[in-house]
């Protein structure tokens, strides 16, 4: 087994597992009931990350369950509530459903990649148990857009997104550098092909998370009167 070095790629593949799993340990430990002091303690990292509806989003939400409510006793059309129930889900809902499936993709690439690098016979065990953590942290990302669907942006799962983006840009700069500076030759085609993918994919993910509403209208309020000064 070789070792690992701190100026090699493996410290590279090191860190880029290590910050998104501390990032998703400390959203799971956000998550459980914690005593009253620590809760407070978290109160900065937890706040902005815990999900919450907007006025808006709550009035739009009852307005399709009202909907729903009368279609059911006969007072409304089906019709209606149908329209109103797609105006809040299906131009919404669908957006964390390709979240979760994007980030399938991702879980079982990262796993297969683990899987494949322990069956060879020169392995570094850096690279084996990072790409393992790696695909821990996006199996993370796969659920949580189906356990927990939001109407607005997942911004726990944009930081997320950033933070992989932000080492694979760190990867590819240092594959550029090392072969301009020192003449290190490009990984072999099918990695590079790997890390652009995945370059892609995250790119595809903050572009739907960018692409989400900040909030959801409510039919009962009128547009005139948002801009409105009285």
Same mark, same amino acid.
């Given at each position: 087994?070789?070792?690992?070095?701190?100026?090699?790629?493996?410290?590279?593949?090191?860190?880029?597992?290590?910050?998104?799993?501390?990032?998703?340990?400390?959203?799971?430990?956000?998550?459980?009931?914690?005593?009253?002091?620590?809760?407070?303690?978290?109160?900065?990292?937890?706040?902005?990350?815990?999900?919450?509806?907007?006025?808006?989003?709550?009035?739009?939400?009852?307005?399709?369950?009202?909907?729903?409510?009368?279609?059911?006793?006969?007072?409304?059309?089906?019709?209606?509530?149908?329209?109103?129930?797609?105006?809040?889900?299906?131009?919404?809902?669908?957006?964390?459903?390709?979240?979760?499936?994007?980030?399938?993709?991702?879980?079982?690439?990262?796993?297969?990649?683990?899987?494949?690098?322990?069956?060879?016979?020169?392995?570094?065990?850096?690279?084996?148990?990072?790409? *393992?953590? !790696?695909?821990?942290?996006?199996? %993370? =990302?796969?659920? $949580?857009?189906?356990?927990?669907?939001? #109407?607005? @942006? &997942?911004?726990?799962?944009?930081?997320?997104?950033?933070?992989?983006?932000? *080492?694979? !840009?760190?990867?590819?700069?240092? %594959? =550029?550098?090392? $072969?301009?500076?020192?003449?290190?030759? #490009?990984? @072999? &085609?099918?990695?590079?092909?790997?890390?652009?993918?995945?370059?892609?994919?995250?790119?595809?993910?903050?572009?739907?998370?960018?692409?989400?509403?900040?909030?959801?209208?409510?039919?009962?309020?009128?547009?005139?009167?948002?801009?409105?000064?009285?």
């Amino acid at each position: 087994m070789s070792s690992c070095h701190l100026d090699l790629a493996c410290a590279r593949s090191f860190w880029g597992a290590l910050v998104p799993a501390a990032f998703v340990f400390l959203l799971s430990v956000a998550a459980i009931p914690l005593p009253t002091w620590l809760s407070n303690l978290m109160r900065p990292i937890k706040g902005p990350l815990t999900p919450s509806l907007t006025l808006q989003e709550a009035e739009a939400l009852d307005a399709a369950a009202i909907a729903q409510e009368k279609a059911g006793v006969g007072e409304a059309g089906q019709g209606e509530a149908d329209a109103v129930a797609e105006q809040v889900e299906s131009r919404h809902f669908w957006k964390s459903l390709l979240l979760s499936w994007f980030a399938l993709i991702e879980t079982l690439a990262w796993l297969g990649i683990a899987s494949f690098t322990i069956i060879q016979d020169e392995r570094v065990s850096v690279h084996v148990a990072s790409r *393992f953590v !790696l695909g821990l942290t996006w199996l %993370f =990302a796969t659920v $949580r857009p189906i356990v927990r669907p939001k #109407l607005t @942006p &997942p911004y726990d799962l944009f930081i997320l997104y950033i933070i992989n983006i932000a *080492f694979e !840009l760190v990867s590819l700069g240092a %594959f =550029a550098y090392n $072969r301009h500076a020192y003449g290190t030759p #490009l990984p @072999p &085609p099918l990695i590079l092909t790997a890390h652009i993918l995945n370059l892609c994919v995250l790119s595809t993910l903050i572009t739907i998370v960018l692409s989400m509403p900040l909030s959801i209208p409510s039919r009962r309020v009128e547009k005139a009167k948002i801009v409105s000064l009285r």
